[in-house]
Nanobody
Framework: QVQLVESGGGLVQAGGSLRLSCAASGRTFSLYEMGWFRQAPGKEREFVAAVLWTSGTRRYADSVKGRFTISRDTGKNTVHLQMNSLKPEDTAVYFC??????????WGQGTQVTVSS
């Protein structure tokens, strides 16, 4: 099991930026991929971005391409999500997640991101 702790959420105006961080501990040697998901009020949790732990290959949801950047620091077992040009529709609780084999199985507690118009 991998333990995950997110930080960096907050309130920002539309057009602004935030950087989320996620610190991983526990069975980090078994990490395959790390990702960010978000859940807005009344909506299902959705994929935002992910990065393969070894190669660094990244993938993004279409809604955030060109605005968000995911990165990882394998030495510090951390993953970051740089969010630029934020929009009100980006408002959600953002969750960090870890994939060991095929699915994301370990989740953080979430951090709130609120974008005001």
């Amino acid at each position: 099991q991998v333990q995950l702790v997110e930080s960096g959420g907050g309130l920002v105006q539309a057009g602004g930026s935030l950087r989320l961080s996620c610190a991983a501990s526990g069975r980090t040697f078994s990490l395959y991929e790390m990702g960010w998901f978000r859940q807005a009020p009344g909506k299902e949790r959705e994929f935002v971005a992910a990065v393969l732990w070894t190669s660094g290959t990244r993938r993004y949801a279409d809604s955030v391409k060109g605005r968000f950047t995911i990165s990882r620091d394998t030495g510090k077992n951390t993953v970051h999500l740089q969010m630029n040009s934020l929009k009100p529709e980006d408002t959600a609780v953002y969750f960090c997640a870890a994939k060991i084999v095929a699915t994301f199985v370990d989740w953080g507690q979430g951090t709130q991101v609120t974008v005001s118009s």
